[in-house]
């Protein structure tokens, strides 16, 4: 369940990252089938955003977040390590900025 949710949030926080339909038309039916907003047509059609950034399916958004690494950097000369942060991309920035959360560099 807690998964569900997480998914739900997340889906919601990332629209405008990925090809969700970001504000759905209500059915006048419930029994009709679901169509898209012009927006998210245009979405769709277009591949990009305005800025030139690629529109992606939520697992692939999910792929892309998981390409940012963390690094263990050990200096010549010392046994002292220092986490380090891959640099991370535009999307990657934007997809915590939409969270509302910095990019962590250690897990807790």
């Known amino acids: 369940?807690?998964?569900?949710?997480?998914?739900?949030?997340?889906?919601?926080?990332?629209?405008?990252?990925?090809?969700?339909?970001?504000?759905?038309?209500?059915?006048d039916n419930p029994v009709t089938p679901a169509r898209?907003?012009?927006?998210?047509q245009a979405k769709a059609s277009g591949q990009y955003d305005?800025?030139?950034?690629p529109y992606r399916s939520f697992r692939g958004l999910l792929k892309h977040l998981a390409t940012l690494t963390r690094n263990q950097v050990r200096f010549a000369g010392t046994r002292d390590t220092v986490p380090m942060l891959a640099e991370p991309t535009s999307t990657q920035r934007e997809a915590f900025r939409l969270l509302g959360i910095p990019i962590p560099l250690t897990l807790k």
């Open 50 to 53: 305005p800025a030139g950034q």
């Open 36 to 40: 898209r907003s012009p927006a998210a």
């Open 1 to 27: 369940m807690l998964a569900c949710y997480l998914t739900w949030h997340l889906r919601r926080a990332w629209a405008p990252l990925t090809f969700t339909d970001e504000q759905p038309p209500a059915p």
